[in-house]
């Protein structure tokens, strides 16, 4: 049997029936501020006509098992499908790649389109795009105190504990904090909100940057330039020219943004952000939470574990010593980095489309070859082996390959990279936390002595 499934993209790209774009106004604030009321008497009315309904039911194995399945969330900016992967309000990855905005010359997707497209439900046009990069290279500057930090830094701590501290030391620039301790009404958090999400979502490749270039070269960073989108401005930062690099960086940036509200980053900063915490407070805890090497940190394994066996195996290497790797790996009682999900039980649209990128632009990169033939066999080991519920590779097994490629090789740093698209997913569904009033979560938890009651024992 041969595991990998169909590459053709277009199976993942249903009809689009129709591409909405109600506003033609570039100020975002002010299409959401349109937006906001509308939305709220929509979950207003819902929940008086509906809130009573029964949409499902536990069983114990939920309670010990993660809380899989278990719709317990609102999110309003992406929803996962197992089958179909991704969908950014309604729009799947193919899609966007082909409806959002591009740079001028550029063929993959403007992340600042998929920002709005997440904020607001529609497709924007490429006026809107553009004043998005114009608002987050304005805002781009980090604070000296933050810079000095970051300096301080040993060279041995990880890159993402390094990102995370300092996204915590810049909530002395809350505009929330702020207005909450002078007692803003609360009708007004989403808006102070935004203006955090925008300023932290514009620094964010400055700090990202800093960290790079501290840790990995000569400690200077490139400067930003107000015409140039976000992921131009984080490449040059970066010390990167090719626009090849800047291309996958966009798409990159774009893919990895968001994944409904249930995995680990999301609901960590949904959670810390029910609080009150102010966004940077609750996006360096989501960032805490996506340096788990189930999570996030699965782009760097996958480079790690790779490594190790082109080190033990070699460049060339057979199907049959790859399964001896592999199961080598399970035997061990490790997990094979990049295989599986939570969720989904397809291969993820974000691993394909990197490998659409793969293939059009390094098809001959001995890395992707590997990685490659590593889809055409893993899953039957993962299957034989009969554990994992879902063996098909996810969007860590293909990234790294790309970045290599283009010479990042600090397999360490990748999950930062993870981290500043995170920020557009988990930030826009933040704003709508506040907007939409949602409370304080606070799920009930049970002692097993309880279940056992519960259960009649
Ligand atoms: N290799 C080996 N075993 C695996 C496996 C893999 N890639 N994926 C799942 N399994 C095992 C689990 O460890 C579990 O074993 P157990 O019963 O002994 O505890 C069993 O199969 C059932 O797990 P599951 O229900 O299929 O998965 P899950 O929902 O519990 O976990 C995930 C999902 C992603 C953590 C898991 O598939 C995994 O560990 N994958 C490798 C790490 C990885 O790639 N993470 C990145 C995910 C994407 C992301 O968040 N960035």
Redesign the pocket.
Known sequence: MNSSQDNDISNFLPAISSVRNVSDSTNLKEVLANLIPKQQQEVKEFRQSHGNKVIGEIVVDQLY??M?GIKGLVTETSVLDPDEGIEFRGYSIPQCQKLLPKAPGGEEPLPEGLFWLLCTGDVPTQQQTDAISKDWALRADVPPHVVQMLNNFPNTLHPMSQFSAAITAMNSESKFAKAYSEGVNKALYWEYTYEDTMDLIAKLPTIAAIIYRNLYRDGKIGVIDADKDWSQNFTTMLGYDDPTFTELMRLYLTIHSD?EGG???AHSVHLVGSALSDPYLSFAAGMNG?AG???????Q??LVWITKLREKLGGDVSDDQLKEFIWN??KSG??????????LRKT?PRYMCQREFAFKHLPGDPLFRLVAQLYDV?PDV?LE?G?????WP????HSGVLLQHFGMTEMNYYTVL?GVSRALGVLSSLIWDRALGLPLERPKSMSTSGLKKLVGL
């Open positions: 098992g993660g899989r994944h995995n680990v980053s996506l090497p189930l999570h996030g940190l699965a782009n394994e996958v790996t399970l490790q997990v094979v980095p990049g295989y599986g999900h939570a969720v993820d893993v993962l082996h554990k994992a519920k879902n063996p996810n969007v860590d097994a993870f």
